[in-house]
């Protein structure tokens, strides 16, 4: 792999039969993302828990745009990569704005806004 590439791979787990998407690179865990109720309770969006177990405050449409932005801002990824790339592994979550092959994950890079 190159000196300036990385990869961040996604699965499903579960927390108490609630399943959730577990973002991890080789350094560590960055978190994971939930499918959950807004505040107002004017629909869902998905929510960030960090590795350290804190809430991002920001809610997200679509689950890609959750995951760029944990990797984004996780302190694990701060190391100027000009390649991220995404890969699923195990990952199975079907929500509404959830990942899928026809995002074109293999073109999908995680360091560019």
Same mark, same amino acid.
């Given at each position: 792999?190159?000196?300036?590439?990385?990869?961040?791979?996604?699965?499903?787990?579960?927390?108490?039969? $609630?399943?959730?998407?577990? /973002? %991890?690179?080789?350094? =560590?865990?960055?978190?994971?993302?939930? $499918?959950? &109720?807004?505040?107002?309770?004017? =629909? $869902?969006?998905?929510?960030?828990?960090?590795?350290? =177990?804190?809430?991002?405050? &920001?809610?997200? &449409?679509?689950?890609?745009?959750?995951?760029? $932005?944990?990797?984004?801002?996780?302190?694990?990824?701060?190391?100027?990569?000009?390649?991220?790339?995404?890969?699923?592994? =195990?990952?199975?979550?079907?929500? %509404?704005?959830?990942?899928?092959? %026809?995002?074109?994950? &293999?073109? /999908?890079?995680?360091?560019?806004?």
């Amino acid at each position: 792999m190159a000196k300036n590439e990385i990869k961040v791979r996604i699965s499903t787990k579960y927390d108490e039969e $609630f399943p959730f998407t577990l /973002v %991890r690179c080789a350094k =560590g865990i960055l978190g994971g993302i939930y $499918f959950l &109720e807004k505040e107002d309770m004017s =629909g $869902f969006a998905y929510h960030i828990q960090m590795q350290n =177990g804190y809430w991002y405050d &920001e809610t997200f &449409e679509t689950e890609l745009a959750a995951i760029r $932005f944990l990797v984004q801002n996780s302190f694990l990824m701060n190391w100027g990569y000009k390649m991220i790339k995404l890969t699923l592994w =195990g990952y199975e979550n079907s929500e %509404r704005g959830a990942i899928t092959y %026809r995002d074109d994950i &293999e073109s /999908v890079n995680l360091a560019i806004a």
